[in-house]
């Protein structure tokens, strides 16, 4: 899989996929991570500007559509995009279920939004899918890419030594996950409940399954609908 983030400030991302799993993910060759400055793309070649005042007179600034649609003609004339993703506040929730999809795919670019926002021609003419991390704005959509990026390598076989436990994780199946616990099994106490020291792996099973759908009714009861 090849992901290529498209931004005014790679810096940024740099130190995010230069350690732990993403990075294994990059020397087992299962994912690619490359990062492209919008202000290569620009117009203004002494100031590198990629924003610019809105028409209408509203205030803020505007991400131009010159840099970015320069910056994925350049990366289209290279190989085929699956998706061209914008994050964006107002696109749909990313979730368990869109990490998942986008872990089938084989390249993907991110645009990450900044300053009031991008020209709207980006959006209905250049993007593929909108993708928000939540109902809440950012300064930029660096940290947006970054996690959706992260959640999708994460999943690629092969990717974690134990692929079984990305299967178990948090909403891979709508619940939230059972409580977890490790050594000693009595610290102050506070002990482990008997029935995972048991080794009756179909009781461990069912207890799990009982504490993920009582977790989820309690926390997120909105997942069961």
């Not at 909108?130 to 890419?145: K, N």
């Not at 099994?185 to 069912?206: H, M, T």
Request: proline share 4%; with cysteine.
């Amino acid at each position: 899989m090849r992901i290529d983030i498209l931004t005014v400030l790679p810096e940024l991302l740099e130190s995010n996929f230069a350690y732990s799993i993403i990075k294994r993910a990059k020397d087992k060759g299962l994912a690619e991570v490359h990062l492209h400055s919008l202000r290569d793309y620009s117009s203004d070649l002494k100031h590198r500007r990629v924003d610019d005042y809105p028409f209408g007179g509203e205030a803020g600034m505007v991400m131009q559509i010159e840099p970015v649609d320069k910056a994925i003609a350049h990366l289209k004339s290279e190989r085929n995009y699956d998706e061209i993703i914008y994050t964006s506040p107002d696109g749909e929730m990313f979730t368990q279920k869109v990490a998942n999809q986008l872990s089938l795919m084989n390249n993907i670019i991110i645009l990450c939004g900044h300053y009031k926002g991008i020209d709207q021609r980006i959006r209905e003419h250049l993007i593929t899918r909108e993708i928000s991390v939540g109902d809440f704005v950012l300064t930029g959509g660096e940290l947006a890419a970054s996690i959706i990026a992260d959640a999708t390598i994460r999943i690629i076989p092969g990717v974690i030594s134990d692929e079984q436990s990305a299967l178990s994780d948090c909403f891979q199946d709508d619940l939230l996950s059972a409580p977890v616990y490790t050594r000693p099994a009595d610290y102050k106490g506070w002990k482990v409940p008997e029935i995972l020291l048991s080794g009756n792996e179909r009781l461990i099973a069912e207890w799990r399954l009982e504490q993920s759908l009582e977790r989820t009714k309690r926390l997120r009861p909105d997942l069961l609908q």
